[in-house]
């Protein structure tokens, strides 16, 4: 009898083709993670004004823990013996997040900010149901990503609701 290393649950043989559909979700999850801290690190920088601060503090704080959600992506594609994917198969997607066209312009990034978790909520949802039954190790991680990407738009649309109290947005 051959040595058998991954027979149990989404490692095995007859579930490689719904292993392969999680590889390519998560690799999705992984992009979006990557495009996430490039879009923060600008917006952490870009803004203006004694208003921003409190953004730019905020922002990076969240470029951390977004590289570290890259990070866990990144290493669950791979315990699926899937390839983490290389920077050529990187497409941007986050126009909501580009430099607005004046630096003191926060409800933009504010807007951008809610934008981008809500995109990751919703994907990392869509995450959880594919694994229920099917991976449990990975529906963990994600529920606990999940988790992070909730506080995180929780905490701007406070800040949005500051600027709409105020008539700014
Ligand atoms: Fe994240
Ligand atoms: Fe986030």
Redesign the pocket.
């Known amino acids: 009898m051959p040595v058998r290393n991954a027979a149990e649950g989404i490692l095995s043989d007859e579930k490689s083709a719904q292993r392969q559909e999680l590889i390519e979700l998560l690799q999705r999850a992984y992009w979006m ?1 990557i495009e ?1 801290v490039m879009s923060y690190i600008a917006n952490s920088i870009n803004p203006d004004g004694v208003r921003a601060q409190e953004i730019i503090e905020s922002l990076e704080g969240d470029i951390q ?2 590289l570290g ?1 890259a990070q866990q992506f990144a290493k669950r594609i791979k315990e699926l013996y899937g390839v983490v994917p290389g920077s050529l198969e990187f497409t941007a997607e986050q126009s909501y997040l580009q430099p607005p066209e004046h630096q003191t312009d926060i409800v933009h990034v504010i807007k951008g900010v809610i934008e981008a978790e809500t995109g ?1 909520i919703e994907h990392y949802n869509r995450i959880i149901e594919f694994t229920d039954g099917l991976d449990y190790v990975t529906q963990d991680m994600v529920i606990e ?1 999940l988790h ?2 909730e506080g995180h738009r929780r905490l701007f649309e406070g800040y949005l609701r500051e600027y709409e109290t105020e008539g700014l947005a």
């Open positions: 993670e996430t823990e977004e959600h990751a990503i992070d990407e």
